[in-house]
């Protein structure tokens, strides 16, 4: 059975940095490209970026509103994926999947950035 | 990017009804296209990848079809457990992108 387990969320104010954690077993995350999404209290779901497997190029993409501040980034050693975020703003107030292919979902962190 | 509009974005019915969710890309996303369920507090789970292929432990009832723009998602008869809200996913090119989701209601 897959697990992916997010840790990290919390208060943060406008500014601010946070790092996020996805912690997968189950699979064979070498071989994942894993995903982070994101959805805002009462909103819909916003893919945030992605990052290939390395055999696939290790290569990252993102959504426009986040990039040049987030970085997603993969220890396969570890099997762990991460999101670290940076300039954070009130708009990205919102709860953190990870995202293994389409299928596999966290249960997600939620990161609230507020004065 | 390419945007995914979802209709209705609620719908009310009632248990044993038949019930269909469409998706329109604003471009050709090929067969790119995932259906979700996300339950209040929970995250999504994926019911349908690829316009129509089931995902195992999903009730034949749902069905999915459509591709280039034109996507839908097909309930036969609800049961109590579907009332959720449903977004489709464009898995086409990045960025991803979901529709704005659509509340099933009793």
């Known amino acids: 059975e897959v697990q992916l387990v997010e840790s990290g969320g919390g208060l943060v104010k406008p500014g601010g940095s946070l790092r996020l954690s996805c912690a997968a077993s189950?699979?064979?995350?070498?071989?994942?490209?894993m995903n982070w999404v994101r959805q805002a209290p009462g909103k819909g779901l916003e893919w945030v970026g992605r990052i290939k497997s390395k055999t696939d190029g290790g290569t990252t993409d993102y959504t426009a509103p986040v990039k040049g501040r987030f970085t997603i980034s993969r220890d396969d050693s570890k099997n762990t994926l991460y999101l670290q975020m940076n300039s954070l703003q009130t708009e990205d107030t919102a709860v953190y999947y990870c995202?293994?292919?389409?299928?596999?979902w966290g249960q997600g962190t939620l990161v609230t950035v507020s004065s | 990017d390419i945007q995914m509009t979802q209709s209705p974005s609620s719908l009310s019915a009632s248990v044993g009804d038949r019930v269909t969710i469409t998706c329109r890309a604003s471009q050709s996303v090929s067969e790119f296209l995932n259906w979700y369920q996300q339950k209040p507090g929970k995250a999504p789970k994926l019911l349908i990848s690829?316009?129509?292929i089931l995902q195992s432990g999903v009730p034949s009832r749902f069905s999915g079809r459509g591709s280039g723009t034109d996507f839908s998602l097909s309930i036969s008869s609800l049961q109590p457990e579907d009332f959720a809200t449903y977004y489709c996913?464009?898995?086409?090119?990045?960025?991803?992108?979901f529709g704005q989701g659509t509340k099933l209601e009793i």
């Open positions: 996913e464009q898995s086409y090119t990045v960025p991803v992108t």
């Open positions: 995202r293994g292919g389409s299928k596999d």
């Open positions: 189950g699979l064979t995350f070498s071989n994942a490209w």
């Open positions: 690829r316009a129509s």
